[in-house]
T-cell receptor, first 118, second 114 residues
């Protein structure tokens, strides 16, 4: 199956610093990737849709200036948490589909990045 | 708007006994439904998906789910649980239109006792 990787797998940073998380599709190209956030023992919440060559689209309530997304190539999307604070601590997960954004298309998920802000 | 509700936050079964994880959906159109499993430190993995082709869907690792429109349900079952099935399970519905956006249920933790 298609493989999506994330880097780093975990990161600890100080409050006020910025953290960049990478999401890569290893064996397919993805014009669209998705970023989710998962709190402990909770479900995944879609944060934004990352579009190669254009601006990301954010879900309602997600601060686009706080969570910067750059889809630099067909295999790489990055999420930068700017001026991180403890409430940004969470598990961040990305996904993509080799077949694009069709209604029935399976998405492949990265293993996630655990961010802890001190 | 679409939504899914997983009726049990935690299910505990003994190894070798059947598994039932319940999911109800809400959708104004014929939905696209998925079950994903999340093991610790691993990415979510697709178990199966419903795409209106057949109401009984067979997935990987012996799991299957039945789409029941009259009950707006899409419950996940397995005849015999293995220890390796212990994980978090998510019922997921795709948003209408070809957006690729997914709506996740709250998740069900499956515990398998020896």
């Amino acid at each position: 199956g298609a493989v999506v990787s994330q880097h780093p797998s975990w990161v600890i940073c100080k409050s006020g610093t910025s953290v960049k998380i990478e999401c890569r599709s290893l064996d397919f190209q993805a014009t669209t990737m998705f970023w989710y956030r998962q709190f402990p023992k909770q479900s995944l919440m879609l944060m934004a849709t990352s579009n190669e060559g254009s601006k990301a689209t954010y879900e309602q309530g997600v601060e686009k200036d706080k969570f910067l997304i750059n889809h630099a190539s067909l295999t790489l999307s990055t999420l930068t948490v700017t001026s991180a604070h403890p409430e940004d601590s969470s598990f961040y997960i990305c996904s993509a589909s080799p077949l694009g954004v069709g209604l029935y298309n399976e998405q492949f998920f990265g293993p996630g990045t655990r961010l802890t802000v001190l | 708007a679409q939504s899914v509700t997983q009726l049990d936050s935690h299910v505990s079964v003994s190894e070798g006994t059947p598994v039932l994880l319940r999911c109800n959906y809400s959708s104004s159109y014929s939905p696209s439904l998925f079950w994903y499993v999340q093991h610790p430190n691993k990415g979510l993995q697709l178990l199966l998906k419903y795409t209106s082709a057949a109401t009984l869907v067979k997935g990987i690792n012996g799991f299957e789910a039945e789409f029941k429109k009259s009950e707006t349900s899409f419950h996940l079952t397995k005849p015999s649980a293995h220890m390796s099935d212990a994980a978090e399970y998510f019922c997921v519905v795709a948003r209408s239109g070809n957006t690729g956006k997914l709506i996740f249920g709250q998740g069900t933790t499956l515990q398998v006792k020896p």
